[in-house]
């Protein structure tokens, strides 16, 4: 089982209202990302990083913002909600290896902006 | 032009049906390859690794075609439980390369 964890798992929100998504992994994973995936859609990456006080955007524009201080711990940011933003957040990491090692996901958090 | 394209489906199936899934990518480079699994509302899920000598994981074989750039998902016996959507990732770029996953293919067992 991958030892990775995202809080909250569901979440109502206003619109206008800040929110940061949390996610922790256990693993000493390097690489951690950030997918977003609407339900029987398609994942996309909007954010990832290669360690510590590493972040680049995905292929995805997203007005989401993310940082990582500490190995572990890769937060997702949304400074002003909007029913855009409504979508499924996953989390997910994988060692830093040339041969593209198995990337883990997070169970998800589901966003619903009101 | 995707980087990484699969079969659009739904696979509708019977019990005991056999299934191939196929995928093709774009970029020659590509090192290495893998099929996940998604349930519905879940998180997904590596099912295996797609090695270039072909591999098998009880009813589940893998085979790579390098010089086609083609990727294949075979299911065999096919049961209620495999109903999913199965994903090809592809990885390429060294250390500080990334997954690319296709959009999926969504296989529906019947009884």
């Known amino acids: 089982e991958a030892d990775i964890y995202q809080t909250p798992r569901y979440l109502v929100i206003g619109t206008g209202k800040k929110i940061t998504l949390e996610c922790s992994q256990t693993?000493?994973?390097?690489?951690m990302y950030w997918y977003q995936q609407d339900p029987g859609m398609e994942l996309h990456l909007i954010h990832y990083s290669y360690g510590v006080n590493s972040t680049e955007k995905g292929d995805l524009s997203s007005e989401s913002t993310v940082s990582r201080i500490r190995t572990e711990h890769f937060p997702l940011t949304l400074e002003s909600a909007r029913p855009s933003h409504t979508s499924q957040y996953l989390c997910?990491?994988?060692?830093?290896?040339?041969?593209?090692?198995?990337?883990?996901f997070g169970e998800g958090s589901w966003l619903t902006v009101v | 032009r995707k980087e990484v394209e699969q079969d659009p489906g739904p696979f509708n199936v019977p019990e005991g049906a056999t299934v191939a899934f196929n995928c093709t990518y774009s970029?020659?480079?590509?090192?290495?390859f893998f099929w996940y699994r998604q349930d519905c509302r879940k998180e997904p899920k590596l099912l295996m690794s797609v090695y270039s000598s072909g591999n098998e994981d009880g009813r589940f074989t893998a085979q790579l075609n390098r010089a086609s750039q083609y990727i294949s998902l075979l299911i065999r016996d096919s049961k209620l439980s495999d109903s999913a959507t199965y994903l090809c990732?592809?990885?390429?770029?060294?250390?500080?390369?990334?997954?690319?996953f296709g959009k999926g293919t969504k296989l529906s067992v019947k009884p």
């Open positions: 693993m000493g994973h390097d690489k």
């Open positions: 970029n020659s480079a590509s090192q290495s």
């Open positions: 997910a990491s994988s060692e830093r290896g040339s041969s593209g090692n198995t990337i883990y």
């Open positions: 990732v592809a990885f390429y770029g060294g250390s500080q390369g990334n997954l690319i």
